[in-house]
T-cell receptor, first 109, second 117 residues
């Protein structure tokens, strides 16, 4: 079993829909990253959080440390949101990230 | 720009050759990471540098892989006697490092796409 599990693996939505991507992890962590990888391969850090909730534009990330679960929400989705979204954690005192396998999001116009 | 820069962006080489991949981190970032993303696979950690400390090499898959970081800045990942299973995108990331809490957002380069024929 992977230490970081994401669901769904693939998600297709219509423009304007509210999207949720889930991440569960099985180890104690000190922080969690949500990353976005576009088709060209470049990776952008969207959020890093260790508790509560963060919001940036149409993106919202939440984390529940007790339940070992995080969600990434996209409101009013747009085709330009189409990308792979990757959840990554800092396990314990580790300084390197452990990654989920990613969620491929496709938003149709 | 002032982001993480990697070169080359693409590299095609024959099996058995050695390759060197370069990473220029963001200026002032003391932490530098190498990751690998094989086709259809998730990202995996390779090696981590923090300042002048000994690197964490725990993710290197074999002794054919090595990395250096000169002067606390530029890093080179070297793969000797390349094999076809080494084909992947190699990503470098940097973060500000210690003094601000070691869990900080990582800034990624665009990666080097390595193809072994």
């Amino acid at each position: 079993k992977n230490e970081v599990e994401q669901s769904p693996q693939n998600l297709t939505a219509q423009e304007g829909e509210f999207i949720t991507i889930n991440c569960s992890y099985s180890v104690g962590i000190s922080a969690l990253h949500w990353l976005q990888q576009h088709p060209g391969g470049g990776i952008v850090s969207l959020f890093m959080l260790s508790s509560g909730k963060k919001k940036h534009g149409r993106l919202i990330a939440t984390i529940n440390i007790q339940e070992k679960h995080s969600s990434l929400h996209i409101t009013a989705s747009h085709p330009r949101d189409s990308a792979v979204y990757i959840c990554a954690v800092y396990p314990g005192s580790a300084r390197q990230l452990t990654f989920g396998s990613g969620t491929q999001l496709t938003v149709l116009p | 720009g002032a982001g993480v820069s990697q070169s080359p962006s693409n590299k095609v080489t024959e099996k058995g050759k050695d390759v060197e991949l370069r990473c220029d981190p963001i200026s002032g970032h003391t932490a530098l990471y190498w990751y690998r993303q094989s086709l259809g696979q998730g990202l995996e950690f390779l090696i981590y540098f923090q300042g002048n400390s000994a690197p964490d090499k725990s993710g290197l898959p074999s002794d054919r892989f090595s990395a250096e970081r000169t002067g606390g800045s530029v890093s080179t990942l070297t793969i000797q006697r390349t094999q076809q299973e080494d084909s992947a995108v190699y990503l470098c990331a940097s973060s500000p490092g210690q003094g601000m809490g070691f869990n900080q957002p990582q800034h990624f380069g665009d990666g080097t796409r390595l193809s072994i024929l």
